[in-house]
């Protein structure tokens, strides 16, 4: 097909089988997410629309990876020689070609909102935050009755990170917002802690993401619960918002932050002070990392095995065309892999282990999370399709995760008894790291 041909497939597979509402702008030039409001499912059911309806595919790595901006740069995806430009979304950790991973550029990774909230104030003490991602690779999820994953329910409580946290940097979270009080109520609250934020302070608030259009919704959740923190401004119709997880900040109209805060979709907040914040004791360290560290299995593989065998036994009345559904928010928990990376830059540093190895399993960590991609499109083929016989791709993709993950937990494990061994039975206490640059993406 010439390049035309593919952006009328693209148009026409929008508009007559996705039924796509944000056409308007349609052209070479519109942004998938700015412009359309396509997030990472929707271009993945480009992907298989295309390749369906018009016989059209590309390779494995160009569905896991994603890494397109505009509607010129899916249709290019097609053409001869698109692929060899792919490069990972998730950049790996950064640094020199000698240094590497001891060196003083890294890139850093922001997987989980809350955490990354707690975590901005370490890092503008010069302290090092890597150590707190060891409980975001397995970080809780849910699981509806209709076996459907969510990355965002009810019963998930930010209780057990508040807590580590507090307990490893000295820093108390304290939660500001009361589900027993009404919306309103903790609006009040919330506005009282903005006016009176000291310097060294920080107002974390939850809102729904998408119900603030002027921010950037990767994922496009509707809705989509998020933390940031916000600061008042001289203009008293502005405020300041610092968004950690999605390394943005600036100003936005006060009544729109608001409005997003105050959907019933979300509630939840917390308040605390950087000043507070100190270098974590090497035992402290030794039980966070065993705390949350799940060494004899992976949960989200095994989680998604339940939800695609569910799906194919047609438990509580769902069949195989609700897995693309089920399946929808695996993005979202998929991202979280890449704090595997902090976990080994942490433990690589402070064992000043070959910077080369360390490249080879942040590899591994890649590899992983395109598992995960590759299975999420593996899942939709099978929902769209019906055809049993792709289940078995499916379960082959899981086991690959699955394969990938416990390589990299066994690996961990041995390092962790080797730092160990060098910090806690001689009682060598956790030293500031030095101060770092930020590498922007």
């Not at 593996?378 to 078995?392: E, F, N, P, W, Y």
Request: include cysteine; aromatic fraction near 12%.
């Amino acid at each position: 097909m010439t390049s035309n041909e593919i952006l009328e497939a693209i148009h026409e597979v929008l508009s007559d089988h996705m039924m796509h509402p944000h056409l308007d702008g349609f052209g070479p030039d519109a942004r998938l997410n700015e412009d359309l409001y396509l997030d990472s499912v929707l271009i993945l059911q480009i992907f298989l629309n295309l390749e369906l309806e018009y016989g059209l595919s590309v390779p494995e790595e160009a569905i896991a990876r994603q890494d397109v901006q505009t509607v010129a740069d899916l249709a290019a995806l097609y053409e001869p020689k698109s692929i060899e430009t792919l490069v990972p979304s998730f950049p790996l950790t950064g640094g020199t070609t000698d240094e590497g991973v001891h060196g003083e550029a890294y890139y850093d990774i922001k997987v989980h909102c809350f955490v990354s909230c707690v975590c901005d104030g370490l890092k503008r003490k010069g302290l090092d935050h890597r150590p707190f991602y060891f409980g975001v690779w397995d970080a809780k999820f849910g699981l509806s009755d209709r076996f459907q994953l969510l990355y965002h329910a009810p019963e998930i409580s930010h209780e057990f990170f508040r807590s580590w946290f507090q307990r490893l940097y000295g820093v108390t979270v304290y939660e500001w917002y009361d589900p027993d009080i009404s919306k309103s109520e903790n609006l009040t609250v919330m506005l009282d802690l903005v006016k009176r934020r000291a310097d060294t302070g920080s107002v974390m608030v939850m809102l729904d993401m998408f119900h603030l259009p002027e921010r950037e919704n990767k994922f496009n959740q509707n809705p989509f619960p998020h933390y940031l923190m916000l600061q008042e401004t001289a203009d008293p119709d502005t405020w300041f918002v610092h968004d950690p997880d999605y390394r943005w900040e600036g100003e936005i109209a006060r009544d729109k932050v608001i409005h997003a805060v105050m959907q019933p979709t979300v509630g939840g907040g917390y308040v605390f002070d950087n000043a507070e914040a100190r270098p974590p004791a090497a035992e402290d360290l030794k039980a966070y990392f065993e705390g949350c560290f799940i060494r004899a299995s992976n949960p989200l593989a095994d989680t998604v095995r339940m939800i695609v065998t569910a799906h194919i036994d047609g438990r509580g009345g769902i069949d195989l065309s609700d897995l693309t559904e089920a399946v929808r928010e695996l993005p979202v928990i998929t991202i979280r892999k890449y704090a595997y990376e902090h976990g080994f830059a942490f433990f690589w540093r402070a064992l000043k282990l070959p910077a080369a190895e360390f490249e080879g399993w942040c590899e591994e960590i890649e590899a992983l999370v395109q598992a995960l991609k590759s299975l999420h499109y593996d899942c939709m083929k099978l929902s769209q399709t019906g055809d049993r016989a792709l289940a078995t791709p499916v379960f082959e993709r899981l086991a690959e995760a699955d394969r990938i993950e416990t390589k990299l937990k066994g690996k961990l494990a041995e390092i962790f008894d080797l730092w160990c061994e060098q910090n806690i039975a001689a009682d060598i206490p956790m030293l500031e790291r030095p101060t770092l640059k930020r590498v922007a993406r």
